[in-house]
Nanobody, 114 residues
Framework: QVQLVESGGGLVQAGGSLRLSCAGSTIFSINTMGWYRQAPGKQRELVATITRGGNTNYAESVKGRVAISRDNAKNTVYPQMNSLTPEDTAVYYC?????????WGQGTQVTVSS
């Protein structure tokens, strides 16, 4: 029903920046798009989400360091992540909500070296 293509993960030094992207392929209108992350031994947690209307929600741990945006015409969401620390190391998962159903990407690794 929906395919999510993620890109932008990789290795970055502490203090650096990364821009992830996730493109959703679907015939339906996507309500909420965003990103979650899961570090080794920890539960998956919110990074940031954005609704079709532009309302955003950020985890406290990333406020002021992450800016999420989306292109509704392309069904694509872009979190710009700045001032990264080793604590941001995790697998990052794209998330979309369509008709109250949740869909997840396969995940992309982000590693921040100290």
């Amino acid at each position: 029903q929906v395919q999510l293509v993620e890109s932008g993960g990789g290795l970055v030094q502490a203090g650096g920046s990364l821009r992830l992207s996730c493109a959703g392929s679907t015939i339906f209108s996507i309500n909420t798009m965003g990103w979650y992350r899961q570090a080794p031994g920890k539960q998956r947690e919110l990074v940031a989400t954005i609704t079709r209307g532009g309302n955003t929600n950020y985890a406290e741990s990333v406020k002021g360091r992450v800016a999420i945006s989306r292109d509704n015409a392309k069904n694509t969401v872009y979190p710009q992540m700045n001032s990264l620390t080793p604590e941001d190391t995790a697998v990052y998962y794209c998330y979309v909500q369509i008709r109250r159903m949740d869909y997840w990407g396969q995940g992309t690794q982000v590693t921040v070296s100290s």
